[in-house]
């Protein structure tokens, strides 16, 4: 009689094949549970046209000569700034709502590692916003291509034409995009430790807006200095720079670094409170 043996994952095999599976079933549901939301595709729909629309609004008003040393491409990419809080509500929502509901108790009984359940939430909302971005920034982008030259941003005025294969300019677009997934990643964690979501949204919708109007209010220089050095909107905004790189603040990507540390520390405290608090 022949014996036919099946030899069982040993050493590390198991364990990483029984991770990838709790991962993979956790981004599965994690999606399931975004796309069948309705309030996602709307919000994601009202990003792209508030980014755009304001985008568009600002690159026909903005004219040569009156502006022509106005940074074109940054001009071009305004809408991010508004269109930025719908992509904050949505963040939030995906994690605040589950505590509203009591779903998460069910979430966490399906999948009772929580880290794993934050990073599926984090995989999937990252992989939606910069989808959303692209289309965003891209639209955004295409309208000051449209409309600029026609405002008086010509060769003729020390401008070069709003093109994607400029470096500068790929940078901001590119950079815009990743912005807006870390803005995502910042309020998921941050609705992760505080878990209401009226809450949630008002102190990101604060932190984001607030302190650039303290920056331009205030009168000491050094603590405006700061202000856009270190505030997350100002610093991750430097990214959409094209033009007088030596007065900025903070460098484009050492700005997005100040965000990407500000969402990497949400994360943090989120996926802390998620795993020693009750649900």
Known sequence: MT????????????????????MRDALHAEW???RTVPSTLWLLLTAIAVTVGTSALTASVVKCPASCHADVTKASLTGVEPGQALIVILAVLMMSSEYSTGMIRATLTAMPR????????????????LAAGTIAVLGSLLAGQLIMPGNGFTAAHGNAPLSLASGP???AGFGSVLYLALIALL?????????????????????????????????????????????????????QATRDLG????????????????????LLAGGLALRLRDA
Do not use: C
């Open 169 to 171: 300019m790929l940078r």
């Open 114 to 129: 929580r880290s794993t359940v934050l990073a599926a939430k984090a995989a999937i909302l990252t992989g939606v916003v």
């Open 3 to 22: 014996h036919v043996l099946h030899a069982e994952p040993t050493g590390l095999a198991g364990p990483v094949h029984a991770s990838w599976t709790s």
């Open 32 to 34: 399931t549970k975004l």
């Open 247 to 266: 007065q900025l603040a903070i460098g484009p990507w050492a700005g997005l670094g100040v965000l990407a540390a500000y969402a990497a520390a949400a």
């Open 187 to 239: 309020s998921l964690g941050a609705a992760s430790a505080l878990r209401d979501s009226a809450l949630s949204i008002t102190v990101l919708l604060g932190v984001l807006y607030i302190f650039p109007v303290i920056g331009e209010v205030i009168l000491n220089p050094h603590l405006q200095h700061d202000i856009d050095r270190y505030a997350p909107m100002n610093a991750g905004l430097a990214i």
